[in-house]
């Protein structure tokens, strides 16, 4: 069973920055892609980045200009950063990987709140 874990969130005034990281155990390389998404409670879960085994990124329009997704493959770990924060920013942001054959996995999400 692949397991992702979250780290990063907490709260964060408005305009400030985040780091978020999610680790796992298995070689990220072994994944098509790993990705971030968020959810607000009563809300469905939307996409915020994704990043492909080759290294293509894929952003939200909502943070596309503030926001940077990274591999680290001798850390197992994959990066979020998203800058300018605003309140409609917060969410439950949970980590998201991709095999080739569709088989997906999440994390069980960390809680950003973002204070204006």
């Known amino acids: 069973q692949v397991q992702l874990m979250e780290f990063g969130g907490g709260l964060v005034q408005a305009g400030g920055s985040l780091r978020l990281s999610c680790d796992t155990a298995e070689r990220i390389n072994s994944f098509d892609s790993m990705g971030w998404y968020r959810q607000v409670r009563g809300k469905q879960r939307e996409l915020v980045a994704t990043i492909t085994s080759s290294g293509i990124e894929n952003f939200a329009d909502s943070v596309k200009g503030r926001s940077t997704i990274s591999r680290d493959g001798a850390k197992n770990t994959v990066h979020l950063q998203i800058n300018s924060l605003n309140p409609e920013d917060t969410a439950i942001y949970y980590c998201?990987?991709?095999?080739?054959?569709?088989?997906?996995?999440w994390g069980r999400g960390t809680q950003v709140t973002v204070s204006s």
């Open positions: 998201y990987a991709a095999f080739r054959t569709g088989s997906g996995y």
